[in-house]
């Protein structure tokens, strides 16, 4: 992961986060997480770029025991504000990443482009804390290189999350306005689909 702003230890271990967050592939919002500071800001508003490019193996893709490859193109422009994380985060997200089975030599490019605000809106961002997070945009595009749309997940979206420090607990879906087949699916349709798509038995 490459910090357009500058590096610091705590991008490394952020870096790991969103690598698991990659693979797992819940909904790109989720970045928002990963890169989120521990540490309150000062005014004025904190502005941060990255972009993560690169490639990746998942040994095990949607616990198939199949490996996949993945090249990867994410940027992601976070704006924080004066008042710390716990009052606003809001971050525009863009990429795609792109999986091929070796076995078969498919291969299925998944995109994404838009806008996540997260707010906490109960709690200690050390100990239980609640957030509104929405997601407006393309938080998923799933298609065959050069071939059909398998899955088109846009519009917007509200989840009440909440977490035990950075430890997720549990979510729900606060408003939707879609189409969002992704997550009226509970997050299990895009294993379904790519696993199809890249001929894993």
């Known amino acids: 992961m490459l910090p ?10 952020k870096r790991e986060f969103m690598k ?4 797992l592939l819940l909904v790109p919002f989720t970045l928002v997480l990963a890169l989120m500071p521990t540490a309150a800001s000062a005014a004025p508003p904190e502005v941060n770029h990255f972009r993560d490019v690169g490639t990746d193996t998942d040994p095990d ?3 198939t025991g199949q490996a996949v490859d993945i090249a990867f193109d994410v940027r992601v422009n976070e704006w924080i504000s004066a008042n710390g994380p716990e009052d606003l985060v809001r971050t525009t997200f863009s990429g795609t990443n792109t999986f091929t089975n070796p076995d078969t ?3 299925v490019v998944v995109s994404f482009a838009g806008q996540t605000t997260d707010t906490i809106i109960s709690g200690d961002p050390e100990g ?7 997601t407006k945009g393309l938080p998923q595009k799933i298609q065959t290189v050069n071939g059909p749309v398998l899955l ?4 917007l979206i509200a989840f009440v999350t909440t977490f035990d420090g950075d430890e997720f607990i549990s979510q729900e879906t606060a408003y939707v306005k879609g189409p969002h087949p992704e997550a009226e699916s509970d997050f299990v349709l895009f294993c379904e689909i790519m696993t199809e798509a890249l001929g894993i038995a």
């Not at 698991?20 to 693979?23: A, D, I, P």
């Not at 239980?128 to 929405?134: A, E, K, P, V």
């Open 4 to 13: 357009l702003g500058g590096g610091n230890p705590e991008w490394v271990e």
């Open 20 to 23: 698991q967050l990659r693979l």
């Open 61 to 63: 893709f949607c616990g």
């Open 105 to 107: 030599g498919l291969s």
């Open 128 to 134: 239980l804390n609640t957030h509104f997070i929405t």
């Open 152 to 155: 088109r997940d846009a519009g």
